[in-house]
């Protein structure tokens, strides 16, 4: 099986997802993936245009047409978002180099289809999603950080437990055409599918399009909304063999095509909403007994038609009916769909690091019927909304959440006394081969499976060597990582990588040991049944017990004492010297104020006893037989707080798991764990 890396993998290459691919930063590492070529996508066959709010005048009017048309069904603020935003993201097609058709004086033409109140389409004659997807196509084919690999179709999500506990994305499961598979692990995934028509007998839309995000997203528990909400295009030509039905586009009757029964009469409003013509049609085909209505473009300037309707033109031409001189049969056909997988206002999923943009999403602003030309301008706003939410949470998670004043003040200063320890007269070896400043980009791979941690300290190892060190974290601590998964890429003088990998990788092994271990206490004592918080003591490495006290918590364990001056805990060398654990209790609680809380370490049940009787606020039951706990623990009623310690273990803690205490303390945390294996590879010399 083959694996690949990336900062997002865009499934679909479509207009949503090529566009998505180009509001992401240059410096992201992005893989665009098609089902099929990458000219196989609804987006080329849009006919009548992009919908855009014409000025603010028009916002009221834009928003109440949207509105009616979707039978009030729609999400408001999705409405709103779109609408708002359409201008910014036409300007952005036309820096792109999107040819809209222009006057002779070079302005924005305007046309008007079913439903909209005023015209308010721009359009490249009747081909404007060929034109909007071939320019973006180009755009991404001429970004270095984005890769495309056409006839690799998305099988699965591949998903794991992040820091929170609940389940997040982490790539996606395809099959290439050769029957080869291929994972593709990313920071973050964005399905970009299309719509659903490839399971209907009739449809506009291509034949691969089955509706593989929706039903995949499903699967693994992504929220799903309005999935029944199907939009059925008026006005497709009229075939009498299988395949994809040829779309009309709207813009024909909003330049005056009129629908025509049998008898060549009119018999509705054409510019009523899709679905109300779609029904007036199918009503009047029942009536009738006919397989197809007509529709007469008598009323349409044969130079409107040679220009605005080229294609539908040149095509009908070639089915034998020339629309100049008679009309056409038409037929409702499947063509879109309102439903999807559930997102917010940002394109996000119910599945954490997962996003959907386009047909595939359910964004609410179609409600149960889409106004015409919506569905370009809805791709645009929400993949670009989808690309703004990326780039903040990765902004946001690219440095672990760590006390800025500990990092400071205590690991920095641990970072640089380890740097001179690795190279207290520089590093003979990179300074030998490579003396001169070279730019340099590596990988930090993943060996084995476990839980990452330190990927702060990773980070500030390399920015203490060169400032301009640019580390770019895929994941974050305390997320489950595997074997093979790229975690992170380097940007740098290659002399800073090479010389700091040691370093960094030595804080980075030894912490996601120590959270890696932790974790899978804790998952066996969640899996027990057990309510007992896991914490560390302190049998730390000397000088690293920072380090290891926060490996532990972002394994879900917690701290017992980070030192000697946070709490009273009186073992058995202070009971013998105070001469009883009454007496202990007694000096110690004149000593030390009333916010400071005394433990008592017993090993035997009179010692309990003891230490209930002196009022102990904590009673540690330590290296007692599971019976003796038992005892101890009924014997304490609640009266103080329970630990159980002495040789905890990930092999045994499951035969204490049963016990109702509060804390289990387990030094093997910290001196037991181990590393977890990692290493910098495939580092490539950029200039």
Same mark, same amino acid.
């Given at each position: 099986?083959?694996?690949?890396?990336?900062?997002?993998?865009?499934?679909?290459?479509?207009?949503?997802?090529?566009?998505?691919?180009?509001?992401?930063?240059?410096?992201?590492?992005?893989?665009?993936?098609?089902?099929?070529?990458?000219?196989?996508?609804?987006?080329?066959?849009?006919?009548?245009?992009?919908?855009?709010?014409?000025?603010?005048?028009?916002?009221?009017?834009?928003?109440?047409? =949207?509105?009616?048309?979707?039978?009030?069904?729609?999400?408001?603020?999705?409405?709103?978002?779109?609408?708002?935003?359409?201008?910014?993201?036409?300007?952005?097609?036309?820096?792109?180099?999107?040819?809209?058709?222009?006057?002779?004086?070079?302005?924005?033409?305007? =046309?008007?289809?079913?439903?909209?109140?005023? !015209?308010?389409?721009?359009?490249?004659?009747?081909?404007?999603?060929?034109?909007?997807?071939?320019?973006?196509?180009?755009?991404?084919?001429?970004?270095?950080?984005?890769?495309?690999?056409?006839?690799?179709?998305?099988?699965?999500?591949?998903?794991?437990?992040?820091?929170?506990?609940?389940?997040?994305? #982490?790539?996606?499961? &395809?099959?290439?055409?050769?029957?080869?598979?291929?994972?593709?692990?990313?920071?973050?995934?964005?399905?970009?599918?299309?719509?659903?028509?490839?399971?209907?007998?009739?449809?506009?839309?291509?034949?691969?399009?089955?509706?593989?995000?929706?039903?995949?997203?499903?699967?693994?528990?992504?929220?799903?909304?309005?999935?029944?909400?199907?939009?059925?295009?008026?006005?497709?030509?009229?075939? *009498?063999?299988?395949?994809?039905?040829?779309?009309?586009?709207?813009?024909?009757?909003?330049?005056?095509?009129?629908?025509?029964?049998?008898?060549?009469?009119?018999?509705?409003?054409?510019?009523?909403?899709?679905?109300?013509?779609?029904?007036?049609?199918?009503?009047?085909?029942?009536?009738?007994?006919?397989?197809?209505?007509?529709?007469?473009?008598?009323?349409?300037?044969?130079?409107?038609?040679?220009?605005?309707?080229?294609?539908?033109?040149?095509?009908?031409? !070639?089915?034998?009916?020339?629309?100049?001189?008679?009309?056409?049969?038409?037929?409702?056909?499947?063509?879109?769909?309102?439903?999807?997988?559930?997102?917010?206002?940002?394109?996000?999923?119910?599945?954490? *690091?997962?996003?959907?943009?386009?047909?595939?999403? &359910?964004?609410?602003?179609?409600?149960?019927?889409?106004?015409?030309?919506?569905?370009?301008?809805? &791709?645009?706003?929400?993949?670009?909304?989808?690309?703004?939410?990326?780039?903040?949470?990765?902004? *946001?998670?690219?440095?672990?959440?760590?006390?800025?004043?500990?990092?400071?003040?205590?690991?920095?200063?641990?970072?640089?006394?380890?740097?001179?320890?690795?190279?207290?007269?520089?590093?003979?070896? =990179?300074?030998?081969?490579?003396?001169?400043?070279?730019?340099?980009?590596?990988?930090?791979?993943?060996?084995?499976?476990?839980?990452?941690?330190?990927?702060?300290?990773?980070?500030?190892?390399?920015?203490?060597?060169?400032?301009?060190? #640019?580390? =770019?974290?895929?994941?974050?601590?305390?997320?489950?990582?595997?074997?093979?998964?790229?975690?992170? #890429?380097?940007?740098?003088?290659?002399?800073?990588?090479?010389?700091?990998? *040691?370093?960094?990788?030595?804080?980075?092994?030894?912490?996601?040991?120590?959270?890696?271990?932790?974790?899978?206490?804790?998952?066996?004592?969640?899996?027990?049944?057990?309510?007992?918080?896991?914490?560390?003591?302190?049998?730390? #490495?000397?000088?690293?017990?920072?380090?290891?006290?926060?490996?532990?918590?972002?394994?879900?364990?917690?701290?017992?004492?980070?030192?000697?001056?946070?709490?009273?805990?009186?073992?058995?060398?202070?009971?013998?010297?105070?001469?009883?654990? !009454?007496?202990?209790?007694?000096?110690?609680?004149?000593?030390?104020?009333?916010?400071?809380?005394?433990?008592?370490?017993?090993?035997?049940?009179?010692?309990?006893?003891?230490?209930?009787?002196?009022?102990?606020?904590?009673?540690?039951?330590?290296?007692?037989?599971?019976?003796?706990?038992?005892?101890?623990?009924?014997?304490?009623?609640?009266?103080?707080?329970?630990?159980?310690?002495?040789?905890?273990?990930?092999?045994?803690?499951?035969?204490?798991?049963?016990?109702?205490?509060?804390?289990?303390?387990?030094?093997?945390?910290?001196?037991?764990?181990?590393?977890?294996?990692?290493?910098?590879?495939?580092?490539?010399?950029?200039?």
């Amino acid at each position: 099986m083959k694996k690949l890396q990336c900062d997002v993998v865009i499934v679909g290459c479509g207009i949503s997802g090529l566009y998505a691919a180009l509001k992401l930063p240059r410096s992201s590492q992005i893989i665009l993936i098609a089902k099929g070529d990458i000219e196989t996508c609804d987006s080329m066959l849009a006919q009548g245009g992009i919908a855009v709010m014409r000025g603010e005048e028009d916002y009221e009017q834009y928003v109440e047409d =949207t509105l009616k048309a979707g039978h009030y069904e729609n999400r408001l603020e999705s409405v709103e978002i779109m609408i708002r935003n359409s201008r910014e993201c036409v300007n952005d097609l036309i820096s792109y180099g999107v040819r809209f058709d222009r006057n002779p004086q070079g302005e924005l033409l305007y =046309t008007r289809e079913g439903a909209h109140s005023r !015209a308010r389409i721009l359009f490249h004659e009747d081909i404007t999603g060929r034109e909007i997807t071939e320019t973006l196509l180009l755009q991404c084919r001429a970004a270095h950080n984005v890769r495309i690999y056409e006839n690799t179709e998305m099988v699965d999500l591949l998903d794991d437990i992040g820091a929170d506990e609940k389940r997040v994305c #982490t790539g996606v499961k &395809c099959i290439q055409h050769d029957g080869s598979k291929l994972n593709i692990f990313s920071r973050f995934t964005i399905l970009a599918t299309g719509g659903i028509g490839g399971t209907y007998e009739r449809s506009t839309n291509y034949p691969i399009l089955t509706g593989d995000g929706c039903r995949i997203a499903g699967e693994h528990g992504v929220a799903l909304e309005h999935m029944d909400y199907v939009q059925i295009h008026p006005t497709t030509l009229y075939r *009498r063999t299988p395949g994809r039905s040829f779309l009309i586009s709207e813009s024909a009757r909003g330049e005056g095509a009129v629908l025509l029964n049998s008898r060549y009469e009119r018999f509705t409003d054409e510019l009523q909403p899709r679905d109300v013509v779609a029904k007036a049609i199918l009503d009047e085909m029942e009536r009738e007994g006919s397989k197809f209505v007509w529709l007469s473009f008598e009323n349409v300037m044969n130079e409107i038609i040679t220009s605005h309707f080229k294609h539908i033109y040149e095509y009908c031409l !070639a089915k034998g009916y020339d629309i100049t001189k008679e009309p056409i049969p038409v037929v409702p056909a499947q063509h879109y769909f309102m439903g999807g997988i559930h997102v917010d206002s940002n394109s996000e999923t119910t599945m954490p *690091r997962l996003f959907a943009v386009g047909e595939t999403s &359910c964004t609410g602003v179609h409600g149960r019927n889409r106004l015409a030309s919506n569905s370009l301008l809805e &791709c645009l706003v929400f993949a670009k909304r989808a690309a703004e939410k990326i780039i903040a949470d990765h902004t *946001r998670e690219q440095l672990p959440r760590v006390d800025p004043s500990t990092l400071n003040m205590v690991m920095e200063k641990h970072i640089r006394a380890s740097l001179e320890e690795d190279m207290p007269g520089g590093d003979l070896s =990179t300074d030998s081969v490579i003396p001169d400043r070279r730019q340099a980009r590596v990988e930090l791979l993943c060996k084995q499976d476990g839980v990452l941690a330190g990927m702060a300290i990773f980070v500030r190892t390399f920015k203490l060597l060169d400032p301009t060190t #640019t580390v =770019t974290p895929l994941v974050r601590d305390g997320d489950r990582i595997r074997k093979g998964q790229m975690l992170a #890429t380097i940007e740098g003088d290659v002399r800073t990588l090479l010389s700091g990998e *040691r370093t960094a990788l030595n804080y980075l092994q030894h912490m996601s040991g120590v959270a890696t271990y932790t974790r899978e206490i804790v998952d066996i004592l969640k899996e027990a049944g057990s309510t007992a918080q896991l914490v560390d003591t302190r049998k730390t #490495t000397p000088g690293m017990r920072v380090f290891d006290k926060m490996a532990v918590r972002i394994g879900g364990g917690g701290n017992h004492r980070q030192s000697l001056s946070d709490a009273i805990l009186l073992k058995d060398n202070h009971i013998e010297a105070a001469g009883s654990v !009454a007496d202990a209790v007694r000096m110690a609680r004149s000593r030390c104020s009333f916010m400071i809380k005394i433990e008592v370490e017993c090993e035997s049940i009179q010692m309990v006893k003891e230490a209930v009787e002196a009022g102990a606020d904590v009673i540690m039951l330590d290296n007692m037989s599971h019976a003796h706990m038992e005892e101890a623990i009924e014997l304490i009623g609640g009266r103080a707080m329970t630990e159980i310690s002495g040789n905890v273990t990930r092999e045994n803690v499951e035969y204490i798991a049963d016990l109702k205490v509060d804390v289990i303390s387990c030094g093997a945390l910290t001196h037991s764990a181990g590393i977890l294996d990692m290493s910098m590879k495939n580092l490539q010399v950029l200039g």
